[in-house]
C-alpha cells in the first residue's frame, strides 16, 4: 500500500495582488477539515431519535516561517477583520486538490529570540461567489 506523504503536498495563496503564490516551502503544518452540524428532529411520542444534516463547512488551518511572502500575505491580516476572501489551492498529494474563496478567521505571528518567526492562520471557506465552499478536484488552479 502507497501511503501518502507530506513531501507530496502544495500549498497556494493568493498575495496583495490576487494572484496564487506558492508558500509550500514556508509551511511547516496543514489541517484541512470538514465538519457538519447535525439537527435533532425528533417528535414527541418518538421511541429513538431521529437526525437531519444541518450546515456543512470546511477550514484549513496553517503554519509556518516568515518572510517577505507569507508577511506579506498575512501581516496585513493581523488585528485587522477583513471582508475579502483568500484563494486557497491545497495540493494533497499529485492529481488531488481541495480549492476554494476562504476567510482568514485568525492570523497569527510570533517570535522568541534565537528563533525564526513563525505565522499561524486559519481560514474558513464561504460559498461566497463560488460553485462550492470547498471544491475537490483533479484539476489546479494554476
Known sequence: MGHKTSIDQAIHIDDATGSLVAITGSVNSQALSAAMSVLEDSGMGDEERAYLPGLAGATIDLSGFLNTTTDGIFGPLVGNRTSKTKTVMFTAYSGR????????????????????????????????????ALNRTTKALI
Not at 476567510?103 to 528563533?115: C, E, L, N
Open 97 to 132: 486538490y481541495y480549492t476554494g474563496e476562504a476567510y482568514p478567521t485568525s492570523v497569527g505571528i510570533s517570535g522568541s529570540p534565537d528563533t525564526l518567526e513563525t505565522w499561524s492562520a486559519s481560514l474558513m471557506f464561504t460559498t461566497a461567489g463560488t460553485s462550492g
